[in-house]
């Protein structure tokens, strides 16, 4: 993990008596066990968490019923945050990042900036399976999918093209676009829901006998320049496992993530005795300490953009927190639902 420091990893792993027994050990040691599949996913996973658990309640391990669950909202083309539909790139092209990684062989796999391909989170784990390589991407990746028979097309949907062209006429007084009126076919409040849109689905899946898999899929931050890869295809930041302990993953601001590896801290937080949703408050408090540039603060000195992270125990345990509130999704013996996720502040940004 990048830079947690030796005095900062010390103390907090004395105060929760991490050195006294391995993670393995601790957690099948612990109170919370496991009885039936439990995977907690960003809030627009509602669907596939509910897929993931009745996957795994048949048998499919963890990564596999995460891929299955994150598929549905792939192959959705009213969902512009990933596959099919995703926003695209500032040339309008869309881009698409995954990672998974699975707990009980300790593998993952991943794309990134993968073109035409609308099932990034399924050409990650032919990686993972078919290469000694974890990270395929660009021309590269298009090439490998292409290989094993994945279907290329056009991922640009009328939505989502239509969305972009308006960014572009909108984004400079000094090019040749012409802007559109505010008050034409698209008022100023459909084009704002698109600005600096980072869509993403992270779902972390456990088994009834405590393994773990995850998956992260997203089509990236809307308008990117063409090649900008963020947290979500990056094992150890927008996605991680460990089979001893968890799942850890997040959704928001990738360059926030990546700068606080942020999959792979959630994970160490819960090794280190951290509940779940301890630890991706954590996770956040780390991003606010790390977040130190004029530009990206509010007036009020807060980060002025939104990072969630997810996480779930071996045992079964699930939470997840943001910078400010919002939901997420988990579907455990009570079935699929949304859950108020903790928050650092309540306020959106200023
Ligand atoms: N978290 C998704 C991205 O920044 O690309």
Known sequence: MADFSRRRFLQSAAAAGAFAAPAAARFAAGAHRRRSPVAIASANGLQAVELAVRRMTEGWRPVDAAVAGVELVENDPDDDSVGLGGLPNEEGVVELDACVMDGPSGLGGAVAALQNVKNPAQVALKVMRHTDHVLLVGEGALRFARAYGFPEENLL??????????????????????????????????????????????????????????????????????????????????????????????????????????????????????????????????????????????????PDFQVQFYAASRDGRTGAAGLYAGKYAVCDEQGARHVDLAALYDEAPR
């Open 157 to 302: 949907t009328e939505r989502s093209r239509r969305a972009w062209l308006e960014w572009r006429e909108r984004r400079s007084a000094r090019d040749k676009w012409i802007a559109p009126d505010e008050n034409g076919e698209h008022g100023k409040e459909w084009f704002q829901q698109f600005k600096g849109k980072t869509g993403t689905i992270h779902l972390g899946a456990v088994a009834a006998n405590g393994d773990v898999g995850s998956c992260t899929t997203t089509s990236g931050l809307a308008f990117k320049i063409p090649g900008r890869v963020g947290d979500s295809p990056l094992l150890g930041a927008g996605n991680y496992c460990d089979n001893d302990v968890g799942t850890g993953g997040s959704t928001g601001r990738g360059e926030a993530c990546i700068l606080a590896s942020g999959g792979a801290f959630v994970v160490q937080q819960m090794e280190l005795g951290k509940s779940p949703t301890d630890a991706c408050l954590e996770a956040c408090r780390r991003v606010v300490r790390l977040t130190k540039v004029k530009r990206l603060l509010d007036a009020k000195g807060r």
